[in-house]
Structure formats: structure tokens, C-alpha cells
């Protein structure tokens, strides 16, 4: 964590000239802290934790405590780019005017959407949480893609698997206030690196623990965090549902459940207790990897510990079966009646106590669509959907792509397939960007976008229940503009002429939110606000379900279940029988997916990209520690270093993740290995389902290899 040495108050003047400004951290995290940024001569020359912030308490993450670093980076692209070569070989990029470059793509996309009713479909966009900002993320950007009847893009890359399972289960992404979880006595931390990844709810946890709690980790990795608990339940990747179901049948059978809050609160639970009367600890810890003395000590805990808490994380969603994985632990705090005292329940998800305070049909506009609907391309399947070609199933091809908030080249699963198809010579890609990433290189046109620190935004957050504004501290680098005003612009030159398109940013801003639930002056004054939520919202039922009950038969799905991963040993025993090797693709510490790293103080931390192997694995293979390997399957190759460690356990590597392709030894990254099905619900990418063998090599000349280096485009000048 880092200290701070400024006023409480931003708006009191600093010594030397200086000042603060309020603002909030951007990034795809549960965070989403509350920042003073000191301002120096016009230059941004620290960013700090917010002290009056609950949530945030003065305290930054590594990552974004050098934000200055990241916004004056040399590699800043600051004007608009055009590509003078060709996509085969170095990328090559000469400056043009802000003109041309607009000029030149508004007429590109007119003449694919005029050719007939519907061909605006053949136009995608593509777009993530580079900033999970209201106005800088899907405001003007929906707008313009709404108003021109391009294809819509199912945002599905991180975490909708989980959503939809919180949804069929609690009615919506909601979940305990985070600052509770200091009054816990104890934390299952499941499915989460709560050091690298989710900072503050980390310090809460570590309150309770010097109050006495016991901190339990369930993870296929040897985290950081899992070093700093009192147990940690290292399970294959791909079974957290069956361990639900084992911890289940004790609290069945031990008689550790709360039958008046099942009853009152509790939709389909007879159904639910016959599926977990199957999975005695035996069975689980056979399919888990653990003892089965492990699960019956976890379910004693669990059900006799008061109050008990579990901090869900995305990871363990990204497996085939882990959407009914998600709902069967959603129902352990129902089934103890955990949600009755404060520093109990479950949080996975805190963004639906935000989405019934946010207009979001005045920021995206989605009455601008044509009354036909355009047909929705998974993002997660975008290696397969550049390749395809026009269909009745699919209909047109591709045949333009705008990327913002987002480097799907290197983030997107079987990156081969990515890269193949934004290399195609007849793909017209457009990419608003920071620097030249992968997806960058292989762009038609790359435009400068402003960061956080130079433009309006504001912020709900899925780790806590307050909501932020971000003031701009600077003024924009070089020619950079926000998301905003480059739609806004290029909506004017497709000839849009909606007085939507004509909103300011900060219009937007103060539009984003519901008269009726957000205080917006107030929320301009103090820079964040707390949401209504009860203190203990569900110690008495009251989900947001249509019966105020949480629901285990939900509608079109059945009752959950146990379902193991696309590759397996058990599902396919020839493939495993090739690869007997699990893959997890964890981020690096030091990174955020891929932003991040770029940022020279932070990648000289993590040092190269790695793939973790057990020693008991590695013996076999001949693989030392440092050594040079090539983890492979049917889809694609990879060559890293190996870092033969008991983070890693017995059939499970861990390729840690997501450097771009091009700091790679050959060019590819870890998701050259992933693949493109989808999981149970939510249609989200399986990354942590993935079969893979290792190999040593033996050449001196690999041995000697190291990581690529960061390229810049070659450009011309004007």
C-alpha cells in the first residue's frame, strides 16, 4: 500500500503551487478507488488513494500508483495514424491530420452501411473495460454504433458467466458491502489473488484476521494471497462446484443448516438437497484433487463459524462448468442463514446495486437502432468471426472493426486465430489507443485517446456500493482526444444529426445517473457518494428476484450441477491422454490483462513471461528452472521461460498473463493455447479449460533467447 502526504481536503491549496484533484481509478478491478491527483505547473506529478474514501482508505495499488508513469510514457501515440504498409510485415505508420484520418473512416464506413438495408452489420465494434468509465466507455461510443446499425458486440470476455449465474440465483449482481468483511470471523477467498487483484478488500480481510478470523483460500495456484492464509485448498481447475456440493452434503448431513431461512428465503432447495446427497466428501476430493478430510474440516468451519463470509472471484468462472459452479456457491450463505449478521454472505459482484441508479438508456441510446436488430457477435469468439465467412447463419462478413477499451489481439482466446484475422488485407481496423499494441499494429488507422487523467468520466464500481467522478487533472498530450469526441466527430461526418451527438461530456455525466437515487451535485462536491443499500440487505430475505427468494431451480436451467471442464480427463480422456497438463492463465501481479505492460517500473518487476510447473512435473520432462520450454497442443505453440515452483500444483501449469504477443520470445502470448467454447452460462470464454503438454528445448541458441522487446511502430512524419 502507499502512504500519502496530502491534505484530506483537495480543494486546500498545496505549497510550492501546486493542487489536488479528485478522481477514480479506471481500471477493470473491484476497486475502483477514489484518487487525488497533485497537479504541478500543469503536470500530474502523483496519484494517491483517496483517505476519506471507505473503500479506498489512502491506499493505491503498485499498478496504478504509477499512473504518472503510464500517461507520459515516451510510447504515448499522440496524433492520429495512418498505416503505410502492409499488414504482412512491420507495422509501418505515418501521422496525419485529425481531418484526414476521420475524413477517410467515416467514408470507409458510409460506403459499407450504404449499399443496402442491413450492411451496416458487415461493421463491428469492439470494446471492453480499458476504462470501465460510464461516459469514456459506452456512451457516445454506443450512440454512434446504435445510430449506424452495426453489428452489437456481446461484451462476454471476463465475467458474464458469473453474472448470469449471480442473476438466476440472487436476482442480480449484488452482494455484501466489502467494508464487512472486517467483521467476519471467517473468509473463504475462492477463486481469487485478493493481493494482486482486489487490494482493499484484502486490508478489510486482514483486519479480521488480527480480530481473530481464520482466512481459507480456494485456488488450483499457490497465490500470494494463498501464502498469507491459514489453509489453502489447492483444487483442480474446473471443480469448484463439486466442492460446493461436498460442503453441502455435511451441512445436510451434520444438521448445520438454517431451516427457517431456507424456508422463508429459499426457492427449490428438496431439489437441491437430493444433487448434494450424491457428493460425499469422498467423491468430491476424488475429482477435486484434495482429501476429503480437507472438505469435511471446511464445511465444519463454515457452517459453525459466526459470521462467515466468502469473497467470490472471477477465476473460477472461467471453466465450462462455471456458471452452475458460481450458483451453487451463492447458495452456501442460504443454506447457514450466513446472510443474517453483518460480516456474513457472499460477494462476487456489487455492480447491480449501481445499475438501478444508472440511466443507461440515456448513455448508450439504444432507441437509435434500427427496428430491425442488428444481429450480436460474441467478442469471444472474434479469432473464428473475422474468419468466417458472409452466411445465413452468421450473415456478412466482417468487413470493419473499431477497437477502444480494448486489445483483443492479445486478450481475446486462440490468439492465433485473432491475429489471423485482423490481419487480413481487407479488414478495415480502426483502433483508439494509448500506445501500439498488438492489435494497434495490424490497425489502418490508430487514434490517440486521451487517459484518465485528461478527461470527465464517472464510476460505478462491482466491489463496492459507491459511485465516483473523475475530474480531469490535465490538459490532453499532444493531439489525443477522448473517446467521446472522436464518436462525436465522426458522427458528424456520417451526417448524424441527432442532438444527442451535439451532448458534452459532462452532460453526460450528469446525465448518467437517476435523479431519484444519485444526489449529483453532491456527488460533484465530494467526489464519490455511498449508494442506498441496506447494511444487512438479505438478513431477511429480499433479493431482487421476482419472490424476494434466492432460486435454485431457475427457469431454462435447471437445478446446478457439477460440470467438468471441455478437456479433461473426464470428458476427454484420448485428448488428456496427449496433454495431460491442465493450463490456468492467472494475470501477473504487476499487470492488469494487458495494460500495464508497457509500463518499464512494472515489467521490470515481472521480468519475462513465465509458465509455473510443479517440480514433480517438471523432473520427468528434464525442465530446470530458467529453462527455455514450449508448452503446445493442437491449437498453437507457445515458448516462455519455466519457473519450476510449488505455486503450481501436480498436473496444473500456470502461464501467467497477458503480455502482449510481440514482448514474447516468438511473437504469441499464453491465449495462443486457449480455445473458443464457451461456458455453461453467460456464453464466456473457458480460459482455465485448456489441455496442454511441455516440452524442454534443448538448443543453445533457445537457452540464450530472451523476452522481446517493446516495439514502437515505425512511423513518418507528416
Keep these: 500500500m502507499n502512504t500519502i502526504e496530502l491534505p484530506v481536503d483537495p480543494d486546500t491549496p498545496i505549497p510550492g503551487g501546486r493542487h489536488t484533484v479528485r478522481a477514480a481509478c479506471p481500471h477493470d478491478c473491484p476497486d475502483t478507488c477514489a484518487m487525488l491527483v497533485t497537479v504541478e505547473n500543469g503536470r500530474a506529478v502523483r496519484v494517491a488513494g483517496d483517505p476519506g474514501h471507505p473503500p479506498t482508505h489512502g491506499a493505491l495499488c503498485t499498478k496504478v500508483s504509477r499512473y504518472p508513469e503510464r500517461t507520459y510514457h515516451p510510447e504515448r501515440v499522440l496524433h492520429p495514424l495512418k498505416r503505410v504498409g502492409p499488414k504482412s510485415g512491420p507495422p509501418r505508420f505515418e501521422r496525419v491530420s485529425w481531418d484526414e484520418a476521420l475524413d477517410a473512416i467515416a467514408q470507409r464506413l458510409a460506403g459499407i452501411a450504404g449499399r443496402a438495408p442491413g450492411a451496416a452489420q458487415a461493421i463491428l465494434p469492439y470494446s471492453y473495460a480499458g476504462t470501465m468509465g460510464l461516459v469514456q466507455g459506452e456512451s457516445m461510443a454506443a450512440r454512434f454504433f446504435h445510430r449506424l446499425g452495426g453489428s452489437r458486440l456481446d461484451r462476454t470476455i471476463c465475467a458474464s458467466a458469473g453474472a448470469a449465474a449471480l442473476t438466476a440465483t440472487y436476482g442480480g449482481k449484488v452482494g455484501m458491502h466489502v467494508e464487512d468483511y472486517a467483521r467476519a470471523k471467517l473468509i473463504l477467498i475462492w477463486g481469487s489473488n485478493s493481493i494482486a487483484s482486489n487490494l482493499h478488500f484484502w486490508s478489510f480481510a486482514q483486519q479480521a484476521r488480527r480480530a481473530g478470523a481464520r482466512l481459507v483460500c480456494i485456488d488450483p495456484r499457490r497465490t500470494e494471497t494463498a501464502d498469507k492464509c491459514h489453509e489453502h485448498l489447492a483444487l483442480r481447475p474446473g471443480t469448484d462446484g463439486a466442492l460446493a456440493l461436498a460442503l453441502m452434503h455435511e451441512l445436510i448431513t451434520h444438521g448445520w443448516l438454517d431451516h427457517d431461512y431456507i424456508e422463508r428465503h429459499v426457492d427449490g432447495w428438496p431439489a437441491l438437497r437430493e444433487r448434494a446427497l450424491q457428493w460425499p466428501p469422498a467423491r468430491a476430493a476424488e475429482v477435486c484433487g484434495l482429501e476429503a478430510a480437507q472438505i469435511r474440516a471446511l464445511a465444519h468451519d463454515y457452517a459453525t463459524t459466526r459470521p462467515a463470509a466468502i469473497r467470490l472471484n472471477y477465476g473460477m468462472q472461467r471453466a465450462h462448468g462455471g456458471g452452475n459452479a458460481v450458483r451453487l456457491i451463492a447458495l452456501l450463505p442460504c443454506l447457514t442463514g450466513a446472510w443474517r449478521e453483518r460480516g456474513g454472505g457472499l460477494l462476487l459482484s456489487a455492480s447491480g446495486w449501481a445499475a438501478g441508479a444508472i440511466d443507461s438508456a440515456a448513455l448508450g441510446r439504444p432507441d437509435l437502432m434500427p427496428q430491425a436488430l442488428p444481429r450480436i457477435v460474441n467478442m469471444s469468439t472474434i479469432g473464428d468471426d473475422l474468419l468466417r465467412p458472409t452466411s445465413p447463419e452468421f450473415g456478412p462478413r466482417i468487413e470493419a472493426v473499431i477497437v477502444y477499451n480494448s486489445n483483443p489481439v492479445a486478450v481475446a482466446p486462440q490468439s492465433g486465430r485473432v491475429a489471423a484475422g485482423f490481419a487480413r488485407d481487407d479488414l478495415f481496423t480502426v483502433v483508439l489507443e494509448h500506445f501500439m499494441t498488438d492489435t494497434a499494429d495490424l490497425a489502418d488507422y490508430v487514434l490517440p485517446a486521451t487517459t484518465q487523467l485528461e478527461h470527465l468520466d464517472v464510476h460505478a464500481s462491482y466491489g463496492h456500493t459507491y459511485v465516483l467522478v473523475n475530474q480531469p487533472a490535465i490538459a490532453p498530450l499532444g493531439q489525443a482526444l477522448p473517446?467521446?469526441?472522436?464518436?462525436?466527430?465522426?458522427?458528424?461526418?456520417?451526417?448524424?444529426?441527432?442532438?444527442?451527438?451535439?451532448?458534452?461530456?459532462e452532460?453526460?455525466?450528469?446525465?448518467?445517473?437517476?435523479?431519484?437515487?444519485?444526489?449529483?451535485?453532491?456527488?460533484?462536491?465530494?467526489?464519490?457518494?455511498?449508494?442506498p443499500v441496506p447494511e444487512q440487505p438479505f438478513a431477511d430475505g429480499g433479493f431482487p428476484t421476482p419472490h424476494g427468494r434466492a432460486i435454485v431451480d431457475a427457469p431454462?436451467?435447471?437445478?446446478?450441477?457439477?460440470?467438468?471442464?471441455?478437456?479433461?480427463?473426464?470428458?476427454?480422456?484420448?485428448?488428456?491422454?496427449?496433454?495431460?497438463?491442465?493450463?490456468?492463465?492467472?494475470?501477473?501481479?504487476?499487470?492488469?490483462?494487458?495494460?500495464?505492460?508497457?509500463?518499464?517500473?512494472?515489467?521490470?518487476?515481472?521480468?519475462?513471461?513465465?509458465?509455473?510447473?510443479?517440480?514433480?512435473?517438471?523432473?520427468?520432462?528434464?525442465?530446470?528452472?530458467?529453462?527455455?520450454?514450449?508448452v503446445f497442443n493442437d491449437r498453437g505453440r507457445y515458448r516462455c521461460k519455466a519457473a519450476v515452483s510449488t505455486r503450481a500444483r501436480h498436473g496444473v501449469v500456470n502461464g501467467l498473463g497477458i503480455w502482449w504477443r510481440k514482448l514474447g520470445l516468438d511473437g504469441t502470448n499464453v491465449n495462443e493455447l486457449t480455445h473458443q467454447r464457451l461456458t455453461d452460462l453467460g456464453r464466456a470464454p473457458a480460459f482455465y479449460d485448456c489441455l496442454v503438454e511441455v516440452r524442454a528445448e534443448s538448443s543453445p541458441q533457445a537457452e540464450r533467447a530472451g523476452p522481446g522487446q517493446a516495439s514502437t511502430a515505425e512511423t513518418t512524419p507528416a
Design 507 to 531: 452532460q453526460i455525466a450528469r446525465a448518467a445517473f437517476r435523479a431519484d437515487r444519485i444526489d449529483v451535485d453532491a456527488l460533484w462536491a465530494r467526489g464519490w457518494l455511498r449508494l
Design 483 to 505: 473517446n467521446t469526441e472522436i464518436f462525436r466527430r465522426l458522427a458528424q461526418r456520417m451526417g448524424f444529426d441527432e442532438p444527442c451527438f451535439g451532448d458534452s461530456d
Design 556 to 630: 431454462g436451467l435447471g437445478v446446478p450441477d457439477h460440470l467438468p471442464n471441455h478437456e479433461s480427463a473426464a470428458s476427454t480422456p484420448a485428448l488428456a491422454a496427449r496433454y495431460p497438463l491442465a493450463m490456468i492463465s492467472p494475470p501477473a501481479r504487476h499487470f492488469l490483462n494487458s495494460t500495464f505492460v508497457n509500463v518499464r517500473s512494472l515489467r521490470s518487476i515481472e521480468g519475462e513471461p513465465l509458465l509455473e510447473i510443479h517440480p514433480e512435473d517438471a523432473a520427468p520432462r528434464g525442465i530446470a528452472d530458467g529453462a527455455v520450454v514450449t
